[in-house]
């Protein structure tokens, strides 16, 4: 029985973490990341304190690898209820003579459309818990886009799941348009004062997503896509991207930056705060009606 477990653990391990796809995402944005960090501390902005916040978010990103079983079997379970329902699909063969690029740009924009709706649920006050995880590093570099609470991992594949599995692009395309959203995702959080200047609009930069990470209360919720900052503009989300010398971080709620242990456990405190908060509220409410 245990030996059939663990044979099982292993199969997912192999067939969701050592996949080709999975090889080149982490390999491209760690090789990414590892440049921008060798530009930051050319930089000299690679103080002490953004050092332990790194190694927190490599200690999240271990986490989650650890846990990569969890989000295998739930997005199982959510991509068969989604089957289950029925709901029409264009088939892959559809696809077929469309120039490859146009799939591929179909297929980046449809999945910055499904983050960015993911990412806007999330910063609402029941996804917030998740999602202040990452919201968290008080130092925001490239390693920033691994601090990903397993939660935020599973909330994003339902999301992908719901909005993207109607449109039937081939996997192959997929898998490239998330290793570009991947490798863009690193290139935003990198400590670097990068415009893209009349592209602003197009593409985001990591003074775009700078505001997004911004510890001020005009920043909260704003600058929400993570690629294509023309879904702010239409949402009514957008904020600047100009330089940003705000602090990074939610210290101002009292949300820890370097302690990967209470990072994991963050949302279930702050789930339990909200219900402490809504009862004790109602309990007022009780009181005074029944004075």
Not at 27 to 38: H, K, M, N, Y
Not at 228 to 257: K, N, Q, W
Request: charged share 15%; net charge neutral.
């Amino acid at each position: 029985m245990a030996a059939d477990t663990l044979s099982s653990l292993l199969a997912i391990y192999r067939s969701f973490l050592l996949s080709p796809s999975m090889l080149w995402v982490f390999g491209l944005s760690t090789a990414f990341v590892g440049a921008g960090v060798l530009l930051g501390m050319r930089a000299r902005v690679l103080s002490p304190a953004a050092i332990r916040n790194s190694l927190a978010s490599l200690a999240i990103l271990a986490f989650n690898i650890l846990m990569a079983p969890v989000v295998y079997v739930l997005s199982d379970l959510v991509a068969r209820g989604y089957g289950q329902l029925g709901i029409p699909s264009i088939p892959p063969s559809a696809w077929q003579g469309v120039p490859w690029l146009v799939v591929a740009v179909v297929g980046i924009v449809a999945k910055d459309f499904a983050d960015y709706w993911c990412h806007r649920a999330l910063h609402t006050p029941l996804g917030w818990p998740i999602h202040a995880v990452h919201h968290s590093d008080s130092h925001v570099n490239g390693f920033t886009a691994f601090r990903v609470h397993l939660l935020e991992v599973v909330t994003m594949k339902i999301f992908y799941i719901v909005l993207l599995t109607w449109i039937g692009i081939p996997t192959q395309l997929i898998v490239a348009a998330y290793v570009v959203a991947s490798l863009h995702t690193a290139y935003v959080h990198l400590e670097l004062d990068i415009d893209h200047g009349p592209l602003n609009w197009l593409i985001a930069s990591p003074r775009f997503h700078r505001w997004h990470h911004a510890d001020a209360p005009e920043a909260y919720g704003k600058n929400l896509a993570n690629m294509i900052p023309l879904f702010d503009l239409m949402f009514g989300t957008y904020h600047r991207h100009d330089a940003c010398d705000e602090p990074m971080g939610a210290l101002r709620d009292g949300i820890p930056d370097t302690d990967p242990v209470k990072l994991v456990l963050l949302p279930f405190m702050l789930w339990a705060r909200q219900v402490r908060a809504a009862a004790a509220t109602a309990f007022v409410r009780m009181r005074e009606t029944f004075r």
